[in-house]
C-alpha cells in the first residue's frame, strides 16, 4: 500500500525501528530488453585508454537480431537479488514509476526475497529501462533510460532505517546524486560497499575523497579505475603501459582511504587490495558464455557476501565472487545466473 506525498508515494509498510537489515541496497532498478546480434564489428582503439575496443555498425542500415531476451536489472536490484540468495536480509531503496514496468519490477523483488519497504513510487514517471546490445563476442553494451530512478530521495525515514543496516551497498545514482550521496555519506554506522556509476567518477577523485574515507570496500572494473586515476595531475600524462597495469590502480585509489579497493578486469580476473596487501583472482571459466550482462553487479555484491560468510577472508571472497560470475555469464540476464547459499 502506498500513500502521496509531493507527487511520490511512500510505501506504507514502514519500518519500525527495531527492524534491522543486513544490508541495503541503493540505486537503480529497472526492465531489461537483451538483444543479440553478429553483425557489429569489433574495432580496437587503445590510443584511447577509457575506450579500447569499439562495436560498430553500418550507419543507416537495418540490423538483424538474433534473439531476444526480456528480464531485470539495475545495479541497486541485481545486488539486492544476489545478497538475499546468499541468505541475507536485504532491501533496495530504489524509485520507480506508477507504471506496469514498476510492478513487474515488485513482483520480481517479492519473489526473489528483496524487502520492498523502501521502494519509491513516482507519480507520472516512466519506470527506468535499459537496452542491452549483446555483440559477436558475447560482450554488452548498455543504452540506460534512467527514467524515475532519476527521483530517488533520501529524507529522513530513510536514513534512520539506514542507521540500522550492516551494510549499504551502493550503486550508480542520477538525478538529485550529489544531495544523496551527502546524506548517505552522513551515516556513520555501518559499513558501505560503493560501486560509483559514471556520473560520480566523471567528478574525480579529489571530489569523491571525502567519501572514499568512509567507504569499507570501493568496487570498480579497470576503465573505471583509469577513470579516476587520470583524474588526478600526477597520472593524467602516465602511459598505457603504467595505467594499464592493475596494481598501479590499486595503490593509487587505495591512498584516497577506502579500507578495500576491488578492480574487476573481466577475462583478466580481479583484484584487490586490502591493508597493503595486494590480492589477484584469475577468472573462472564458465560451462558457456550467454552474455555479460550483471556480472560486475555479480561479482562486487558476491564479494561482500563472501566478506560476510567467510569472516573477512579476502581470498575467499574473491573465490566466490568468481564462481559467481562465471554463473552469471552462463546464463541470458543480469538475475538469472546468480547462486544461492546452497551452491556454496
Known sequence: MYC?????EYNLNKISNGVKYDVITIGGATEDITFYTKEGILINNKKDLIRQKLLAFEYGAKIKIDKSFSGFGGGAANAAVNLS????????????????????ILSNFKKRGVDIALIQKVKNKETGFSFLLVGPTNEHIVFSNRAANNQLAIGDYELRIMKNADWIYLTSLSGEWKNNLEKIFSVKSG??????????????????SKYFKRTTCLILNKDEAIELAISLKKYKNKGPAFLNKVKNLLLILSSYGPKIVLITSGRHGASAIAEGKIYHRPVIKEKQRADTTGVGDAFGSAFIAGLELYKQDIKKSLLLASKNAASVVSLPGAQNGLLNKKDI
Open 4 to 8: 502521496m506525498g509531493n507527487k511520490r
Open 85 to 104: 540468495n546468499f541468505g541475507f536480509k536485504a532491501a533496495c531503496l530504489s524509485a520507480i514509476g506508477g507504471d506496469e514496468r514498476g510492478q513487474r
Open 191 to 208: 559499513k558501505i560497499a560503493w560501486n560509483p556509476g559514471h556520473r560520480q567518477i566523471l567528478t574525480g577523485v579529489l571530489n569523491l
